[in-house]
């Protein structure tokens, strides 16, 4: 039995707890990143035209005597902006006035943080609207035609057609869906490598092939969705009793993760790095061995 140290031991539990928990704390900044891109990109201009929406609605709504504080701005406060030339030199009184009842209104605004989430309202609502919208028959064609005017802008045309692949891949109602876990020969025979079975061919080959040919997608190590498409003949696809999910684990993890070993633990055929390197210098003496015995009866046929 070989002798743990400290060292060894905390490159083991640091290793284990490094993969145990850097899944989760990724999960968690990614979606903080979003969530801070979405709130400064989308919620904070909404808030702001509601801002400019409520500065315009309330002396139109309200009664002068129940106008709130931040909107009632006095002949003092506008003296003390002209003195503390916050405003442009020569501003008149109303456009003082006005820069006055928004920047209170922004500090009331930043006084009740409920208030600053009414951006994502407001964006959770639209896109809903814009789904209802478009998802008609009447929307569906404008925007088709919106679609197609836009995708002809210079700059614009070469970088929406990846974009929206990739948003429609992910959100969009006909995501590319993997429909079997199949396993063919490939890339020679005896070789049997996983795929997903993504649908019919091209059928001007089935005639070279000489019958009806799928296509299967086979992924890659340790990118799943990056790989390639080959063209197989039916007769020659098989299906495995497997999910997408289990297959996709299984090339996630360079074949770690099986469905008979989802946790890995147990490898069987598999040596640990000990006994293979006991095997590399029992191979390394046997060579050795070989070696002098050859260079010995080379010397005696010499000396004969």
């Known amino acids: 039995?070989?002798?743990?140290?400290?060292?060894?031991?905390?490159?083991?539990?640091?290793?284990?707890?490094?993969?145990?928990?850097?899944?989760?704390?990724?999960?968690?900044?990614?979606?903080?990143?979003?969530?801070?891109?979405?709130?400064?990109?989308?919620?904070?201009?909404?808030?702001?035209?509601?801002?400019?929406?409520?500065?315009?609605?309330?002396?139109?709504?309200?009664?002068?005597?129940?106008?709130?504080?931040?909107?009632?701005?006095?002949?003092?406060?506008?003296?003390?902006?002209?003195?503390?030339?916050?405003?442009?030199?020569?501003?008149?009184?109303?456009?003082?006035?006005?820069?006055?009842?928004?920047?209170?209104?922004?500090?009331?605004?930043?006084?009740?943080?409920?208030?600053?989430?009414?951006?994502?309202?407001?964006?959770?609502?639209?896109?809903?609207?814009?789904?209802?919208?478009?998802?008609?028959?009447?929307?569906?064609?404008?925007?088709?035609?919106?679609?197609?005017?836009?995708?002809?802008?210079?700059?614009?045309?070469?970088?929406?057609?990846?974009?929206?692949?990739?948003?429609?891949?992910?959100?969009?109602?006909?995501?590319?869906?993997?429909?079997?876990?199949v396993i063919v020969q490939y890339p020679s025979e005896g070789i049997w490598t996983i795929g997903f079975l993504t649908g019919t061919s091209i059928r001007e080959i089935d005639e070279p092939a000489g019958e009806a040919v799928s296509s299967v997608f086979i992924p890659t190590s340790p990118t799943p969705f990056t790989g390639f498409t080959i063209n197989v003949p039916r007769s020659k696809i098989h299906r495995l009793d497997m999910s997408v999910e289990e297959a996709l684990r299984f090339v996630l993890t360079a074949g770690v993760l099986t469905p008979d070993d989802p946790t890995g633990e147990s490898l069987p055929g598999a040596p640990d790095a000990e006994a293979l390197a006991a095997e590399a210098e029992t191979a390394r003496r046997v060579a050795e061995g070989r070696a002098g015995d050859g260079v010995g009866d080379r010397q005696g046929d010499a000396g004969a």
């Open 1 to 181: 039995m070989a002798h743990t140290t400290f060292e060894g031991d905390f490159k083991k539990f640091f290793g284990r707890g490094l993969a145990i928990l850097l899944p989760s704390v990724l999960t968690l900044w990614i979606l903080w990143q979003a969530f801070v891109f979405v709130f400064q990109n989308v919620a904070e201009p909404i808030n702001a035209g509601t801002q400019t929406v409520v500065l315009w609605v309330v002396p139109r709504v309200v009664d002068d005597a129940d106008l709130p504080d931040w909107f009632v701005i006095d002949r003092g406060e506008i003296n003390d902006a002209r003195v503390s030339k916050a405003f442009r030199p020569g501003a008149s009184d109303d456009v003082i006035r006005a820069g006055l009842r928004r920047q209170y209104l922004q500090q009331y605004w930043d006084k009740y943080w409920i208030l600053n989430l009414t951006g994502l309202f407001v964006a959770i609502l639209l896109i809903y609207l814009a789904g209802v919208l478009l998802s008609n028959l009447i929307g569906k064609r404008v925007y088709a035609r919106l679609e197609r005017l836009i995708s002809q802008i210079p700059g614009f045309k070469q970088v929406y057609p990846h974009v929206k692949q990739v948003v429609d891949l992910i959100l969009g109602e006909k995501k590319m869906a993997f429909r079997d876990v």
